[in-house]
């Protein structure tokens, strides 16, 4: 599926606001498609809008926002926030990897993920950590890109239903 009409590439920021309504538009795509990524359902292309806005204008100064684009159109993202904490300035944590329904199953999922890796070893970063959904398809991802899985976490989080609980699972990968 490489191409030239294929990339990953980093955000630049301030994000331009077709690129924040595109990064909006998979987080709606997620949480109707049922994923654990923070939300429950219903979840307006507005409030992801405002959501996504305020995470870039927040976002940590080696904060890491990754984009898939096909023929420049956004299909896929994952993030990297660096911990806040002074005595760990070589960790930092991936979250919202995301790829849109009508591009899953492509190989999007496990290139954002190395690039995220490359991205944070080209930063200095030594330990990524992530938590995801048990059973949820990012686990099995994340287990086959050879992350650590550490231990699961009961009644973690809620499905997107906002009521039926399930667990967490907790990874992490050490970089060379
Ligand atoms: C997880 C997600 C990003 C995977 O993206 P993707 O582009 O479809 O993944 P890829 O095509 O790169 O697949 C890579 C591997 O992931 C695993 N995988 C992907 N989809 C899977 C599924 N539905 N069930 C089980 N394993 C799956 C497989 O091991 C697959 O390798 P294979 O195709 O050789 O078997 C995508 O399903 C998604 O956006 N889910 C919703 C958001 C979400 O839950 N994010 C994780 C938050 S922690």
Do not use: C
Request: proline content about 4%.
């Amino acid at each position: 599926m490489a191409g030239a009409t294929h990339t990953i590439e980093r955000l630049i920021l301030p994000a331009n606001e077709s690129d924040v309504r595109a990064l909006a538009g998979l987080l709606v795509d997620a949480v109707a498609s049922g994923a654990a990524v923070s939300f429950v359902s219903p979840l307006t292309l507005e409030q992801a809008i405002d959501w996504w806005r305020a995470t870039l204008a927040d976002a940590h100064a080696r904060a890491i926002f990754l984009v898939a684009r096909e023929a420049g159109v956004i299909v896929g993202t994952v993030q990297l926030h660096p911990a806040w904490a002074p005595n760990q300035p070589h960790r930092t944590e991936l979250v919202k990897l995301i790829v849109h329904r009508g591009h899953r199953g492509a190989g999007w999922g496990a290139r954002l993920m190395h690039a995220a890796e490359d991205e944070a070893r080209r930063e200095g970063f030594r330990l990524l950590t992530l938590d995801a959904k048990r059973g949820a398809a990012a686990e099995t991802l994340y287990r086959r890109l050879g992350w650590t899985y550490v231990g699961a976490i009961p009644r973690f989080a809620v499905d997107t239903d906002g009521v039926t609980p399930h667990d967490a699972v907790i990874f992490y990968k050490e970089l060379e």
